[in-house]
């Protein structure tokens, strides 16, 4: 074995690895040679002092080379016209669509047969939320899939990675780009890597991070945080024959051990496989854990970066056209350091799904509008994904310095919206349920519906217009909209998960409900709540895949003398959307002084109408306008 030395030698050792597992054809090597500068530095930097390094970057191209060959040619095609259009994400037709497959359809067959309702929708782009074979194949816990025991089976009561392939096939017809989680800081307890690891497999033993005693648990530890300390404290746990590895989430998720470059090169083939199966955008999950580091947090770590860089520059030889979309619930300034055309194109947006929550609960949008002035731009050829819920819980990622320059101490105001939307604040509206609480700190995270959460379950009045209001929201500020699926419908929270002696002890089971087939039967009734927030938000959906101002990511903020008045400007050609929100409970009046820069006819895209502005804007409670201006 030999480190990594120089760029050309390395370069000739992987091409020489690639010949000899299989043709290398001119197009690969096109884009061998402007990648493979990158990945050897890239290389350099994480594994330049390993003497298996220079061994592993050229099995790894050997690899990718292998999974070029065995490339459909329908994908090769996808691939071509993703190189023609590499903003293909930013159009304003972009919706996307997020479910568990057998939550929503029972199965991938059943997920097949909605693809007729996907197109309905108007979806572009559908996230099935994890589906390959985990521990809870056989009835035990798998964190809702996120435990892996295998990345190239799906889990067997969904189906066959042969349906997924077909799935995918028809989703493209249909032009809906399929979606998957790629957990890749951790598998499952079960995986073949992990339990040979623990054998003691020479080839597998370093894949994990494992000791004898607790001296270097014990160092770590030190500086790390208890993510999940209801399951396990710490971030070891204890395998049956006393030794520890290393566990950040639940006690059957061991992390993998990036440092050994073997763990990267197997990992970028299990991306490949799910390249060539027809998976166009994988979900980076948990992107921020990836890197341990002693001494540190062991988050967010520098080369967490330059490890999603490499795989993507392994993927820009092999699968050109998969993007990646990071998952980083962090600080603010974090989430954006992940985001560039050469790591993560995409990433959701959690700063504006939490403050838009946050904006209901105060009816005051001044937290949110700092955010979409401050934090919202992203470097060229990205964008964000926005969403009102996941399927995750809702973490108050605001940043402490901007709730402290408006004045707000940012630990009591968190504990004012756990309070809030788990029902304990008097005269709420919001019916959630507290996920990990901490009695001793006080911290929580929230679960629920969106409906649940914005009233409709408690009866409010103003339930339904919060609804179309936080959409109204993510379909406009730029980027990808996402539909948790069901919110189209008004779903209410599902709380017979408290029954489930598997699920009772994760309270995010209680926004994870069945797809609601009554609610979606009731689509077309405007009488019930189904029909009318469905019908409200097809709207929305129909209006942005009309106007082009909405492509994109670029917004502008503007201010109104309203504090529960978010505003923003999508600017065109020559022409400009201006959105405003109101978020409080009491009508508004935004005056014509206000609206003064623009000329003075604007076109209601929303009701298809004239407006004047010199007779200026009234907002009634939770309502919004997507105003067609020109710019004085």
Known sequence: MTVLTTLETDRAAALSAA??????????????????????????????????????????????????????????????????????????????????????????????????????????????????????????????????????????????????????????????????????????????????????????????????????????????????PDDHRGSFVQLDDGRWIWSTFYHYQWDLNYANPAVFRAMAGEMLFLANRGVEVLRMDAVAFIWKRLGTSCESLPEAHLLLQAFNAVLAMAAPGMVFKSEAIVHPDEVVSYISRDECELSYNPLQMALTWEALATRDARLLQDALERRHALPAGTAWVNYVRSHDDIGWTFADEDAAALGIDGYAHRQFLNRFYTGRHEGGFARGVAFQENPETGDARVTGTTASLAGVEAGDSGGEDRIVLAHGLALSTGGIPLLYLGDEVAQLNDYSYADDPVRRGDTRWVHRGNRPRDAYADRDDLGTPAGRVYRRLTKLVSVRQTTPELAGNHLIGFRTPHASVVGYQRPGDGTTVLALANVGDAAVQIDHGTLAGFERVAFDLLNDIERDLEQGIALAPHAFVWLRVTPR
């Open 19 to 228: 010949d000899a597992a299989g043709r290398v054809d001119d197009a690969f090597l096109t884009r061998f040679e402007g990648e493979f500068p990158r990945l050897h530095a890239l290389f350099s930097r994480l594994y330049g002092d390993r003497e298996d390094g220079q061994e592993q970057l050229a099995r790894t191209i050997a690899e990718a080379s292998a999974a070029w060959n065995a490339r459909p040619l329908e994908l090769r095609a996808r691939d071509a016209q993703r190189a023609a259009d590499p903003d293909w994400f930013q159009s304003e037709r972009m919706l996307g669509g997020v479910c568990y497959v057998d939550r929503f359809a029972g199965n991938l067959a059943g997920i097949h047969d909605q693809i007729p309702y996907f197109r309905e929708l108007g979806l572009t782009y559908l996230h099935l939320m994890p589906l390959f074979a985990s521990p809870a194949d056989h009835g035990a816990d798998a964190d809702g899939g996120y435990a892996v025991s295998s990345y190239r089976e799906v889990a067997r009561s969904l189906g066959t990675m042969e349906q997924l392939t077909r799935l995918a096939a028809d989703l493209r017809t249909a032009g809906i780009s399929l979606v998957v989680d790629f957990i890749f800081n951790h598998t499952s307890n079960e995986h073949e890597w992990a339990q040979k690891a623990v054998a003691g497999d020479p080839d597998f033993e370093d894949f994990y991070l494992i000791f004898d005693d607790r001296e270097m648990p014990d160092a770590y530890e030190r500086t790390t945080r208890e993510i999940f």
